[in-house]
């Protein structure tokens, strides 16, 4: 059974730091593009990093560039999510997802596996 699971999500405060895990079943995470999404209540999906196929190098959206880092953990099947100098602009579920293609951005429409999303709120 193919299957993403997220976890790591809570609360914390401006400033804070929250580690996200994306732990896949039923297939290879490092055999697919991976990428890490957000909503917020009232606003669509937005994508905040694309992981390519094997890739080593990540692309990051503007907003989250140079305080959130992927990793991955071969051995794991996991992907995380390290999310430093958190502000409530932060606040959202949290997905992970993958495309079966290279994928170099994260347009979610390229994305066909999902998590279930977990909650991460931020206050100031």
């Known amino acids: 059974q193919v299957q993403l699971v997220e976890s790591g999500g809570g609360s914390v405060q401006s400033g804070g730091s929250l580690r996200l895990s994306c732990a896949a079943s039923?297939?290879?995470?490092?055999?697919?593009?991976v990428g890490w999404f957000r909503q917020a209540p009232g606003k669509e999906r937005e994508g905040l990093s694309c992981?390519?196929?094997?890739?080593?190098?990540?692309y990051y959206v503007e907003s989250v560039k140079g305080r959130f880092t992927v990793s991955r953990d071969n051995a794991k099947n996991t992907v995380y999510l390290q999310m430093n100098h958190l502000t409530p602009e932060d606040t959202a579920v949290y997905y992970c997802?993958?495309?079966?293609?290279?994928?170099?951005?994260?347009?979610?429409?390229?994305?066909?596996?999902w998590g279930q999303g977990t909650q991460v709120t931020v206050s100031s």
């Open positions: 997802a993958t495309a079966p293609s290279i994928t170099i951005v994260p347009v979610k429409e390229f994305f066909t596996s």
């Open positions: 039923g297939f290879t995470l490092n055999d697919k593009s």
């Open positions: 992981t390519s196929i094997r890739d080593e190098d990540t």
